[in-house]
């Protein structure tokens, strides 16, 4: 980590917000070579909250998914804001399940303050494509990366976040609610959401220090908006980093490690 590991958690989930934030299709288009985009869940229609391709990373053919953020008004309205809808999360699984049939690899880009919870949502099954997702996407046997590149929120960010490995930038959060949120719940009282930054641990060197992600990519001074390429090339390094010993092993072992990496979350010892 750099010398931002000073910084507070609400600065941290601040800047993890910012308008300004790369998203995942500039990322995609910085580490990535010959994408081609995916539309639709061939059920409902194509949400453009959930991007979706198939792309070459240093040769390698992957799969590429991620919320999307816009950095415009216009932008932001059509996408949602990164708030993806049912049939984002079922975008998402298609070209999951497609992925393992020709065997490439799935690499994640996690932004969003959360699944949609509009009644729109609910009527067209937004918990369970979200579960599905979790379902399926623990048992594929392709190798899969997920990497936090702004806020992960709640089950919105999970639904495409049950990875081999799991990588955060410096500057990103990963956490069941947002600070305000957790203040107003616990406490009544949103402008504690400082307090409920911190005790939510939602950083990623507190995460880290946990165990839940496996590495944190250092951004520039001031967060990665300040030098967008920076970040990307780092990010590469790192996800190939993570990709490449995935890349030989096993069908079962990639699942196995998978399935034990998550069922390891949330264990500890009670000290009498």
Known sequence: MSEQQTIDALTRFTLSRHKDRPNVRQYAEKIFTDIFELHGDRAFGDD???FTAIARLDGIPVTVIGQMKG?????NIRANFG?????GYRKALRQMKQAEK???PVITFIDTPGADCGVGAEERGQGEAIAVNLREMIGLKVPTVAVVIGEGGSGGALGIACANRIIMLENATYSVISPRGCASILWKDPSREADAAKALRMTAADLLGMGIVDSVVDEPEGGAHTNPDATAVALKVNILENLRPLLEKSPDIIYNERYEKFRKMGQYNIIE
Do not use: D, I, L, W
């Open 48 to 50: 453009a909250a959930m």
């Open 71 to 75: 950095h415009s008004v216009n932008e």
């Open 83 to 87: 708030m993806a809808h049912p049939e």
């Open 102 to 104: 020709f065997g490439r």
